[in-house]
């Protein structure tokens, strides 16, 4: 079941076209990577579903309703330019961004609470905003976006300002939202998040949708038949049906090989060729990556539409 349908969704700014007949299907409690270039129209598909803008044509349903305004309390929003009250204090600015999202005073403060001391920044609650540094406030956006608890949450690049630790504490908490019934958009330019934690992906280029599917199924139709060998005591060569692309000296006496092969054919018949001529340690297929596939495609080297 979808969350979140966005059915021909165009918008265009005077002679800019953002957005094209986008549709797109979120489905419940996954992790939904939203990707494109800079400009290609992302943070305009974003600002429609948040009700910041209105779309010119097309329509969004959330929980196969109409969106409208009742929905606001049911989404959260980490924006990629971030914006917090830099006088306030932190607990003053959970509270109150609480509120706004439908909490109490009571249940503000005791969420905004157990958050920092989930992010163990409990010692900064009574600190003023402008105190922080900008990893400690990512944190309060963070929290600030989930801690009403809704059932669509939007994070725009939320990894940006964080080091590898607390990065990793944050994909950790995003997880344990999914597991607790959230959906997640997640809009990133970096792929190895996109590698960790995305179930589902759809990449916009040039206000066009151009890719959309599972990460299994986008992988499996980008898979090109290349293959990995690792060998010693002897060379790998083209032989019947495979071509040998390159050759690296790896240490201890190991080489390393690409070979592309047929998508379709059987692995077991390249591995006896190569059995015949060397002396084989690791034998894999080369899946693309998303980054690679995301490369592929804003280049243009396969411009037709893939659904998976």
């Given at each position: 079941m979808s969350l979140l349908k966005v059915e021909n969704v165009s918008k265009s700014y005077s002679e800019h076209q953002a957005l094209t007949n986008v549709s797109m299907e979120i489905p419940e409690q996954t992790?939904?990577?939203?990707?494109?270039?800079?400009?290609?129209?992302?943070?305009t598909l974003i600002r429609i579903i948040n009700q910041i803008i209105e779309a010119d044509q097309g329509a969004i349903l959330f929980d196969e309703k109409p969106l409208n305004l009742k929905h606001i309390r049911n989404i959260g929003y980490l924006p990629e330019e971030r914006?917090?009250?830099?006088?306030?204090?932190?607990?003053e600015q959970l509270i109150?961004?609480?509120?706004?999202?439908?909490?109490?005073?009571k249940e503000s403060s005791k969420?905004?609470?157990?958050?920092?001391?989930?992010?163990?920044?409990?010692?900064?609650?009574?600190?003023?905003?402008?105190?922080?540094?900008?990893?400690?406030?990512?944190?309060?956006?963070?929290?600030?976006?989930?801690m009403h608890e809704p059932k669509l949450i939007i994070?725009?690049?939320?990894?940006?300002?964080?080091?590898?630790?607390?990065?990793?504490?944050?994909?950790?908490?995003?997880?344990?939202?999914?597991?607790?019934?959230?959906?997640?958009?997640?809009?990133?330019?970096?792929?190895?998040?996109v590698e960790q934690l995305c179930d589902h992906v759809a990449m916009i280029n040039k206000s066009e949708k151009i890719l959309d599917g599972s990460k299994v199924e986008i992988k499996e139709q980008f898979r090109d038949g290349t293959y990995f060998v690792e060998y010693k005591e002897?060379?790998?060569?083209?032989?019947?049906g495979f071509e040998l692309l390159r050759t690296e000296d790896?240490?201890?006496?190991?080489?390393?090989?690409?070979?592309?092969?047929?998508?379709d054919g059987n692995p077991n018949e390249?591995?006896?060729?190569?059995?015949?001529?060397?002396?084989?340690?690791?034998?894999?297929?080369?899946?693309?990556s998303m980054n690679d596939i995301f490369i592929n495609l804003v280049k243009g080297e396969n411009p037709e539409l893939v659904e998976a």
């Open positions: 992790i939904f990577g939203l990707l494109g270039p800079n400009g290609a129209g992302k943070t914006g917090l009250y830099k006088k306030m204090k932190v607990g109150y961004l609480g509120q706004l999202r439908g909490l109490s005073l969420r905004g609470k157990a958050w920092c001391q989930k992010l163990d920044i409990m010692n900064w609650w009574g600190k003023k905003i402008e105190d922080l540094s900008k990893g400690m406030a990512q944190k309060i956006q963070f929290i600030a976006t989930v994070l725009d690049e939320p990894f940006s300002g964080f080091d590898p630790v607390n990065a990793n504490l944050i994909k950790d908490e995003i997880l344990e939202l999914r597991k607790k019934g959230a959906t997640i958009i997640f809009s990133t330019h970096r792929m190895e998040s002897g060379e790998v060569k083209s032989g019947s790896i240490g201890r006496g190991l080489k390393r090989s690409l070979v592309q092969y047929s998508p390249l591995l006896k060729q190569l059995i015949s001529q060397v002396e084989i340690h690791s034998f894999v297929e080369r899946i693309p």
